[in-house]
T-cell receptor
Framework: SAVISQKPSRDICQRGTSLTIQCQVD?????MFWYRQQPGQSLTLIAT?????????ESGFVIDKFPISRPNLTFSTLTVSNMSPEDSSIYLC?????????????FGPGTRLTVL | AQSVTQLDSQVPVFEEAPVELRCNYS??????LFWYVQYPNQGLQLLLK??????LVKGINGFEAEFNKSQTSFHLRKPSVHISDTAEYFC?????????????FGSGTRLQVQP
């Protein structure tokens, strides 16, 4: 299993500012994912972040708005840039281990973001 | 492209009653199937998964699900629920052919267990 921590756990931000969310894993993993869960909604994938390569963004998400760093196999950051109230969501990172043809995805506790 | 449909947004049920949460998926390729649970103010926890083999999958906390390929369904069941099962339940799929590992989630079903 993998234990994932996220910082901050929650934040309230002003419109137009940026927030960087950190994701730390207790083991080395190749694949990390960032999801967004808008209020009352399901999870939507923002991007896949593999160490040593550029993040791959899903349709509707762009690097300028959600820049991602993946400096090593245990850490990643997601920045929410130039925030608006529509960015108010829970942001979750998840990881998949490297064993077998498929391994369970583990999720962090999430970062609850409120934009005023 | 894949999509997941959870037919019920909310399911109220009395304690010790059986429950079924429905999940249907659409995909042009073969998929892996998952159920996750999200307790209030907590992260997601895997309940169970179907990768291959027996179509009846048993998970944690007494839950089980059955994969039905012809109906493209993966319904979650529990014979007797507890108050502590009150949570949001998400069905999810991932592509087992192309290697895309990210999950596609359904909209979620809120299970409300009443005393």
């Amino acid at each position: 299993s993998a234990v994932i921590s996220q910082k901050p756990s929650r934040d309230i931000c002003q419109r137009g500012t940026s927030l960087t969310i950190q994701c730390q894993v207790d083991s080395q993993v190749t694949m990390m994912f960032w999801y967004r869960q808008q209020p009352g909604q399901s999870l939507t994938l923002i991007a896949t972040a593999n160490q040593g390569s550029e993040a791959t963004y899903e349709s509707g998400f762009v690097i300028d708005k959600f820049p991602i760093s993946r400096p090593n196999l245990t850490f990643s950051t997601l920045t929410v840039s130039n925030m608006s109230p529509e960015d108010s969501s829970i942001y979750l990172c998840s990881v998949e281990g490297d064993r077998g043809p498929y391994n369970e995805q583990f999720f962090g506790p999430g970062t609850r973001l409120t934009v005023l | 492209a894949q999509s997941v449909t959870q037919l019920d947004s909310q399911v109220p049920v009395f304690e010790e009653a059986p429950v079924e949460l429905r999940c249907n998926y659409s995909s042009s390729v073969s998929v892996y199937l998952f159920w996750y649970v999200q307790y209030p103010n907590q992260g997601l926890q895997l309940l169970l998964k179907y990768l291959s083999g027996s179509t009846l999958v048993k998970g944690i906390n007494g839950f089980e699900a059955e994969f039905n390929k012809s109906q493209t369904s993966f319904h979650l069941r529990k014979p007797s629920v507890h108050i502590s099962d009150t949570a949001e339940y998400f069905c999810a799929v991932s592509d087992r052919v192309t290697g895309r590992r990210a999950l596609t989630f359904g909209s979620g079903t809120r299970l409300q267990v009443q005393p």
